[in-house]
Each structure stands twice: as C-alpha cells, then as structure tokens.
C-alpha cells in the first residue's frame, strides 16, 4: 500500500511568487492534515480536514496561506505570495480515524529567497 | 498552552549503549502519546504509540517507551543501540478535550551514534 505523497519535494521560489503545495494522503484516509517546520522550531500543525470539510485550520498563520482538498482525496496548500518567513518544511498526514494514528508523507522543503 | 518539551536537543550515544530519550508534556485531557524518528532524507516514521492500557509500549525497532502520568512523561528508550538508529526524534501529544485536531510535537532530539 503507498503511503502518503508530496510534491513536490524542493522548491525555491522569490518573494512574492506563489507556490502549490500538493499531498496524496493514504488510500481510504478521510483525515489529512498539514504542517510546517519552521528552521530551528518544532513541527506545528496548520489544519485538518475531515473529507473535503476543513475540521480545524486553527494553525493556519494568516490568509495568503490557502487549503483545499476537492472531492475528498488530494489536498493542495497554496502560499501567495511568498514570504521570506514561509521557508520550512510543509509536512502532510493522513488518518483512518479521527484521532487515530497519523502517517507522515517525506515533507516539501520550501526555500523563498 | 499546550506544549511538548524534549530537554535534549543532541545526545550522543556509543553502539551498543543503552539509550533514553526524555519527553514531558503539559497537561491534558486524554493525551494519546506518540514517538516518531525521521531519517536523514525521509518522512516522519512512527515507533510506538500510547492511547491506554499498558503504561509500558513496544514499538518498532526495539524501541519501547513508559506513560508516567505522575510525571506526565512519555520517555523513550532502547537497550543496545546501532548506527543506523542515528537520526531525530520527535515526541508528540494529541491531546483531546476540544484542543486543536493536529499533533503537538517537542522540538526534536538528535541522537549522534559513536562508533
């Protein structure tokens, strides 16, 4: 069984530009989940949602930062436009249950110079 | 807030040697507890998890870790140690009780292997 996908798995983009993050979570996964490590700080969650239906997106650090999941299977996360601030790795996970056990996709390392 | 320490941010191990990764975690209602190690190059990977019953849990790797409520620890450890477990550490904590739905991770622990 594949596990959870990004892509891509590098980008570097300017200031200002913007960037599509995409996730394929585990076939069957209803709960898909988004996070960021910023260098050198913790993982922190940015949201969650259950389907296509944003559960939680209490982490999201403002709004040039857009979610989206349609038809309930890949998600993307949108950054525009791009601050400096925004380099990290964007993790993504995904759940059979709420509350259940989260598997890691291998991250995007995102680089805005 | 809800927060997740990990005090060691490196830690260096000889082969061999016996290991124990340290993680307290504020407190909360129903914690499920988890440990995840991420390889040079790779995802997240989960060891072991701790939602209830046996304070003590098996994980992969011959890794295991002890729930201490008490203390609210959930540390990690290994008996013998091989190169090849080189890599960083996370605890997490999902806590319930109407918190937020994502994982509260620590900051992470580097565990160095010495030949």
């Known amino acids: 069984e594949a596990g959870v996908t990004q892509f891509p798995s590098h980008s570097v983009i300017e200031k200002g530009q913007t960037v599509t993050l995409r996730c394929d979570p585990i076939?069957?996964?209803?709960?898909l989940y988004w996070y960021r490590r910023v260098m050198g700080k913790e993982i922190k969650f940015l949201l969650h949602?259950?389907?296509?239906?944003?559960?939680?997106e209490s982490g999201m650090p403002n709004n040039r930062f857009l979610a989206e999941r349609t038809g309930g299977t890949y998600s993307t996360l949108k950054v525009q436009p791009a601050e400096l601030e925004d380099s990290g790795v964007y993790f993504c996970?995904?759940?059979?249950?709420?509350?259940?056990?989260?598997?890691f996709g291998p991250g995007t390392r995102l680089t805005v110079t | 807030a809800q927060s997740v320490t990990q005090p060691d941010i490196h830690i260096t191990v000889s082969e061999g040697a016996s290991l124990e990764l340290r993680c307290n975690y504020s407190?909360?209602?129903?914690?499920?507890l988890f440990w995840y190690v991420q390889s040079p190059g790779q995802g997240l990977q989960l060891l072991l998890k701790?939602?209830?019953?046996?304070?003590l849990v098996q994980g992969i790797k011959g890794f295991e870790a002890e729930f201490k409520r008490s203390q609210s620890s959930f540390n990690l450890r290994k008996p013998s140690v091989h190169w090849s477990d080189a890599a960083e550490y996370f605890c997490?904590?999902?806590?319930?009780?109407?918190?937020?739905?994502?994982?509260?991770f620590g900051k992470g622990t580097h565990l160095i292997i010495q030949p």
């Open positions: 996970a995904s759940s059979q249950d709420y509350r259940g056990v989260q598997y």
């Open positions: 076939s069957g996964h209803d709960n």
């Open positions: 701790y939602f209830s019953g046996d304070t």
């Open positions: 949602f259950v389907k296509e239906s944003k559960q939680d």
């Open positions: 407190y909360g209602a129903t914690p499920y």
């Open positions: 997490a904590v999902l806590y319930g009780g109407g918190g937020a739905d994502g994982l509260t």
